[in-house]
């Protein structure tokens, strides 16, 4: 059976992808399942991540979400039966891609698939729901009567952020990047229950200038918002790319705080100036950075981790987080369509098997 996999390249030298032949042992660990894999998400591989954690291997796995059929179970495995339908992330030190046909994970890894939702479907959005659970419950504690504001709230990520803080009660704000995206926000209703917008305030950033601040003290009745959940930070007020225009500046953040308010950022290099820094401790805020591999990457919390992946399924099955539709890739374009993932000219792509 044939996975992908990533060959690292030198310091500047871009990841090669290939395809290689891979087997499974005979016998299966004790708490271990055997899947026939139906569907497989790619996200960018994080190279950097994997040297800081200790992985360094000649071929990476690729494809770590996953969607299948339990075909055999070990000998202590207690959660599933032969024939369950389950998802699941892979851990960062899996040796099988997500793209074989068969894998052997563990139990605690994994989590049972409703029947209505499609491989697909959870496979494209089981990252991108998990991002959205750690910012908001673990890191933001986000609770009813809170008011948040979702950086490009149009993105797979930020649909995921809006969803599940209405369904808590929570007032939305978020900026669009293009006149699109704009209107699609701005038509944002919940499948279920009253049919309000899902969106107080769409805040136009495509534009050249941005009336975040005021716009977000003219809802709060100038205290600021509780949360900010961002897609990305301007660390310099200078030209770039267009997609680095569209960013907000870290200052404009701060600003748009509330006192006790909780900033998640996904930047990985935040740098904070002092005057930043003295603007956050007057308003006894806080920054957290979202890394949505912690989970995986540690065992210290590994029952947390499966009930969020639990309700995220649910919420899903159920329409209260409905992803926005990802187009399945055959098998055959699987190379082609990592390499763009990972050149970030696409966010991610879905593999049906």
């Known amino acids: 059976m044939k996975g992908l996999y990533c060959k690292p390249g030198g310091s500047e030298a871009e990841p090669k992808f290939v395809i290689q ?154 900026t669009s990047h293009s006149p699109q995206k704009h209107t699609f926000l701005e038509q944002l209703r919940p499948s279920v229950g009253v049919q309000d917008p899902l969106v107080a305030r769409v805040i136009p950033v495509y534009n050249g200038s941005s009336d975040l601040l005021p716009v977000v003290l003219e809802e709060t009745g100038s205290l600021g918002v509780d949360i900010v959940i961002d897609s990305g930070v301007c660390l310099q007020e200078e030209e770039g790319p267009d997609d680095v225009k569209l960013l907000p500046h870290k200052h404009d953040i701060i600003s748009v705080l509330g006192v006790g308010g909780h900033w998640i950022t996904s930047h990985q290099d935040l740098q904070l100036d002092p005057p930043d820094c003295r603007l956050l401790h007057l308003k006894s805020a806080s920054v957290s950075f979202l890394n949505p591999e912690v989970w995986t990457a540690s065992s210290a919390q590994q029952g947390r981790y499966l009930h969020i992946l639990k309700d995220i399924v649910e919420k899903m099955s159920a329409g209260v987080l409905r992803p926005q539709p990802e187009e399945a890739i055959p098998l055959y374009e699987a190379t082609v369509a990592m390499e763009t993932v990972q050149r970030h000219q696409k966010k991610k792509a879905v593999i049906q098997l």
């Open 21 to 174: 032949e891979t087997t499974l042992p005979e016998d299966l660990g004790n708490h271990q399942v055997r899947v026939q894999v139906k569907a497989c998400g790619l996200s960018p591989l994080d190279l950097k991540l994997l040297e800081d954690v200790g992985i360094q291997r000649d071929l990476i796995p690729v494809g770590r979400e996953v969607a299948g059929v339990v075909l055999q179970v070990g000998s202590k495995v207690s959660f599933f039966q032969p024939e369950d339908e389950v998802v699941g992330i892979l851990p960062l030190d899996s040796p099988s891609s997500g793209l074989c046909d068969t894998i052997d994970i563990d139990e605690h890894y994994l989590v049972q698939k409703p029947e209505k939702l499609s491989s697909v479907c959870v496979a494209g959005a089981l990252r991108d729901g998990l991002c959205a659970y750690t910012a908001l419950h673990t890191q933001a504690h986000m609770a009813a009567g809170h008011t948040l504001l979702v950086m490009d709230g149009a993105s797979s990520f930020g649909l995921m952020c809006i969803q599940l803080a209405c369904y808590h009660g929570v007032k939305v704000l978020t």
